[in-house]
């Protein structure tokens, strides 16, 4: 990572004031952003950062980089693309459980198993709250909405579960709360080479308070870590009893679930378009649409 000459400032990063409810989750995702980004020395015209649709997507607006809002649950296709036409820049990626698990949940799939180099943070609130309280895929069974007035009957996805099934190569779980150890799950994900996403239980105050308060030691509830000096942190199957043990025992660990390394889709292509270019020796683009054109007769 190439330093910049003068270190990014909190003013230099930050834009437009967000407009989240008072207390969300998001405002403090938004700050262990702008301290990782900051102490990791990112030059400033390096970050792109790409969201689709929801609360937690409009986060493009509020940091003063390259940012595009793109359309619900396309972020990652889209960044997929930038990081690969632009192996120079570091991607960021961020939506809610809505945009990452239900209308994005194919993208998601495939950007995860071609382990393409971005990072992914999921701000999980279990509620669709710009719509209002709407079900959401991670609203638990029970809680009524404006969806389901009678309580929620469908079972809610797993998130790390998903995650791991998918082959995303970093997959880590932080709560809004707890501001340090966010801060260290971002830096290891923006550090990982290859696909990184990052759930984040964040709370939406509006909409369905408390949802959290179980990992929240603040609230009465237990910030349980993941011992990794106890597991095989490449093993998918210690991943998946894991993403289990959250399922069943909330709120289950926060911490890197699964951290192993194989080639990135950035890496496999730049292999591939060297191997191309190798074939075509010396030849300019416009004698190599000839040869396809002559070829075409």
Not at 19 to 36: E, Q, R
Not at 123 to 140: A, C, E, I, R
Request: glycine share 8%.
């Amino acid at each position: 990572m190439t330093l910049p000459e003068e270190k990014l400032t909190k003013k230099q990063l930050k834009a437009d004031h967000p407009t989240w409810c008072p207390g969300c989750g998001d405002f403090a995702v938004l700050a262990s952003f702008f301290n990782v980004v900051q102490k990791l020395g990112i030059p400033h015209e390096k970050i792109v950062c790409v969201a689709g649709i929801g609360c937690s997507s409009r986060f493009p607006y509020f940091v003063n980089t390259h940012g595009i809002h793109f359309i619900h649950g396309r972020a990652l296709p889209l960044a997929t693309g930038i990081s690969l036409s632009r192996p120079d820049l570091h991607v960021f990626v961020f939506g809610g459980d809505g945009d990452g698990f239900s209308i994005g949940g194919n993208h998601l799939n495939h950007a995860a198993r071609k382990n393409v180099n971005l990072s992914y943070v999921v701000m999980d609130n279990q509620v669709y709250g710009l719509t209002k309280n709407q079900t959401s895929p991670t609203t638990p069974i029970g809680r009524r909405s404006k969806t389901d007035p009678r309580g929620s009957v469908d079972r809610p996805i797993n998130p790390m579960a998903q995650l791991v099934a998918s082959g995303a190569t970093f997959i880590a779980r932080t709560h809004a709360a707890q501001v340090k150890h966010m801060n260290e799950m971002f830096e290891r994900a923006i550090l990982h080479p290859g696909f990184a996403v990052v759930e984040t239980l964040s709370e939406c105050t509006m909409f369905f308070p408390g949802a959290f308060d179980s990992g929240n030691p603040r609230k009465g509830g237990a910030f349980n870590l993941v011992d990794e000096t106890k597991r095989n942190m490449e093993c998918t199957a210690e991943a998946m009893q894991l993403a289990e043990e959250t399922e069943i025992m909330l709120p289950g660990k926060f911490g890197v679930y699964l951290e192993s390394r194989r080639p990135t889709k950035n890496e496999l292509e730049n292999e591939w378009l060297k191997d191309a270019q190798a074939k075509v020796a010396d030849l300019k683009p416009r004698d190599l649409l000839r040869q396809k054109f002559a070829a075409m007769r």
